[in-house]
């Protein structure tokens, strides 16, 4: 497992009043969005937008980032290794898969390795 990149997370109330900023910003236009377990979930650039009410995205809001890797295999010997704790996954997602991490101190990641 090898990180590729690392996505700010940004929760909003509604995506299209949130991208075109991130647009101007970035210069590019938004790579990937779809509904997922009660939100609307984009990219662009290196953000990822959660939108949804407070109550959508309350269970999302712990998660501080989001690490996009090659692929996930591997994720529990590193996660043991370093004393961390899957919180949940892998799972299947519309982007691929994806497992949510406590690392020690208390940091919450979410791992995406996207579909080929």
Partial sequence: ????TTLARLYVDNLD????PLRALTGQDTRMRFRYAGVEVASIGSFLLVAGSDEALAPFRQVQSTVL???LDGLQDFIAAHGGEILSGPNQ??????ATVRHPGG????YVE???
Avoid: I
């Fill in 1 to 4: 497992m090898k990180a590729l």
């Fill in 69 to 71: 890797v090659d692929r």
């Fill in 107 to 110: 940091v919450v990641f979410e």
């Fill in 93 to 98: 997602v519309p982007s691929g898969r994806n």
């Fill in 17 to 20: 009043r949130a991208l075109p």
């Fill in 114 to 116: 996207h579909a080929a």
